[in-house]
T-cell receptor, first 113, second 114 residues
Framework: KNEVEQSPQNLTAQEGEFITINCSYS?????LHWLQQHPGGGIVSLFM???GKKKHGRLIATINIQEKHSSLHITASHPRDSAVYIC???????????????FGKGTKLSVKP | NAGVTQTPKFRVLKTGQSMTLLCAQD?????MYWYRQDPGMGLRLIHY???????AKGEVPDGYNVSRLKKQNFLLGLESAAPSQTSVYFC?????????????FGEGSRLTVL
């Protein structure tokens, strides 16, 4: 089952470019998370959203509940943004109240200087 | 602040051996989770806990046991390791359940079963 699909799988960008990573899901959700996994393996939560848009520094996350789609944007990209970006959703069907998140496979971003 | 700490970070086991992974959090979080991450797949939930003394099965619980005797610690045990359990294991915690609570992850534990 692929309830959460991310695109692209791999993305190479030049420093300074505007980057968009997409996440589509096929189930009803109560929340969507964007996570960042560093090259060393550690995972950091970037955003959690259930509607609209959130911004933190150069990162912007949007979600369209009707279209079952979310995007993560990075403005003025930098080599330190190189990481794997993971989308995860809390499915209203499978997740339950305790929140078994369904994770996408991730988008590997490489930003070249 | 330590946040979420996993030990050990690396371990090599032989088939049939047992081991325990320890996850410790210092944020007084109620919820704790164990995930595994395999190449080409998203993170998958093994077991989780919604408070001290409680545990529940996730998506892939077979071959693993857990315990949450103290609120700050969540242990993941492999009684008889199998090569299929070669993976990177992540512990996470949150103040509220994942639907509404930000997740805090440990650095991961890489386990190889020969």
């Amino acid at each position: 089952k692929n309830e959460v699909e991310q695109s692209p799988q791999n993305l190479t960008a030049q420093e300074g470019e505007f980057i968009t990573i997409n996440c589509s899901y096929s189930v009803g959700i109560s929340a969507l998370h964007w996570l960042q996994q560093h090259p060393g393996g550690g995972i950091v939560s970037l955003f959690m959203l259930s509607s609209g848009k959130k911004k933190h520094g150069r990162l912007i996350a949007t979600i369209n509940i009707q279209e079952k789609h979310s995007s993560l944007h990075i403005t003025a990209s930098h080599p330190r943004d190189s990481a794997v970006y993971i989308c995860a959703v809390n499915s209203l069907v499978y997740g339950g109240s305790q929140g078994n998140l369904i994770f996408g496979k991730g988008t590997k971003l490489s930003v070249k200087p | 602040n330590a946040g979420v700490t996993q030990t050990p970070k690396f371990r090599v086991l032989k088939t049939g051996q047992s081991m325990t992974l320890l996850c410790a959090q210092d944020m007084n979080h109620e919820y704790m989770y164990w995930y595994r991450q395999d190449p080409g797949m998203g993170l998958r939930l093994i077991h989780y806990s919604v408070g001290e003394g409680t545990t529940a099965k996730g998506e892939v619980p077979d071959g693993y046991n857990v315990s949450r005797l103290k609120k700050q610690n969540f242990l993941l045990g492999l009684e008889s390791a199998a090569p299929s359990q070669t993976s990177v294991y992540f512990c996470a915690s949150s103040w509220r359940g994942a639907p509404t609570g930000e997740l805090f992850f440990g650095e991961g534990s890489r386990l190889t079963v020969l």
